[in-house]
């Protein structure tokens, strides 16, 4: 068993070294094209946490504050550079604090670096750029780079916890079950809904629900051809699926500390899959 993040483990899951990858993402095309026979199973979801120090006077952010901070327009700027681009992209978020931003983030090894991406920044991003208001660069692969790219990325969450507890000027994001386990370590900042216009704080209800905007499902993806050459894997997949389930997702880290259960009707959709990948 290994630990990386969602993409790294798919580099080992789909030339066939590994027989079950945990994602907090869906697998990609450009992973799809050399991958072993798999069936991709839902299992729970998550939302991304927003934190700060708990100095920062900030409480609620808008995902155009967010953009400010952390997208492609806002390499090396300060807390008032980051209000101004906010303000003109429509945001009426006040208390913003003074000083640099030291960015203490997930990096592109990191399923939740992803996910913050393609849920903050990529469609503010594109559209900025269609505007002609910025020009995107790219990366090795020549895909648009959306995020900003200051700061060295940490693949451990608690990592990003304890540096963000340990600087005023921090910013940063992990899944919500590593940032409730944190306590008060960190504040962790409420999201404007733009839909109600309430500031929503992520919580095992909102997330199930989808109020809280920054959000996203976690799935597992078990290689079909070994299920009958590997006893042992559909053995473990069967009793998280089932006896399991409960340990494994809602306390993952801790009684009453994980993830966000599926709702019965989606729970059986991903059974389902389950026993067909099995026949």
Do not use: H
Request: proline residues 6%; glycine residues 10%.
């Amino acid at each position: 068993m290994n630990g990386p993040g969602t993409s790294a483990g798919f580099r080992e899951f789909c030339p066939g070294n590994t027989d079950i990858n945990d994602a907090s993402r869906t697998i990609k095309p450009k992973e799809l094209e050399n991958c072993v026979p798999f069936v991709e199973l839902k299992v729970a979801f998550d939302g991304i946490a927003v934190m700060v120090n708990p100095s920062n006077p900030l409480e609620c952010i808008s995902k155009q504050d967010l953009y400010a901070i952390t997208g492609p327009e806002s390499e090396n700027n300060t807390w008032a550079q980051a209000n101004a681009l906010a303000n003109e992209l429509g945001s009426s978020t006040t208390g913003w604090p003074t000083g640099t931003i030291e960015i203490i983030a997930p990096g592109t090894e990191s399923g939740t670096y992803g996910s913050y991406i393609e849920i903050v920044l990529e469609k503010a991003a594109e559209e900025r750029a269609e505007e002609g208001q910025i020009l995107l660069k790219q990366d090795e692969n020549g895909d648009d780079i959306f995020i900003r790219t200051d700061f060295a990325g940490q693949p451990d969450d608690n990592v990003i916890i304890e540096g963000i507890a340990s600087s005023t000027n921090g910013f940063g994001w992990v899944g919500f079950a590593f940032a409730s386990a944190a306590g008060d370590a960190v504040k962790v900042l409420k999201v404007l809904n733009p839909e109600t216009g309430e500031c929503v704080a992520p919580s095992l209800e909102t997330i199930a629900d989808g109020s809280y905007p920054v959000s996203r499902s976690l799935y597992i993806y078990v290689n079909t051809d070994k299920i009958t050459t590997n006893p042992a894997l559909e053995s473990y997949v069967n009793y998280f699926l089932n006896d399991g389930y409960k340990d494994g997702v809602e306390n993952a880290f801790g009684p009453g500390i994980g993830y966000v259960a599926l709702p019965p009707d989606v729970k059986s959709e991903t059974d389902a899959a389950w026993e067909q990948a099995k026949k």
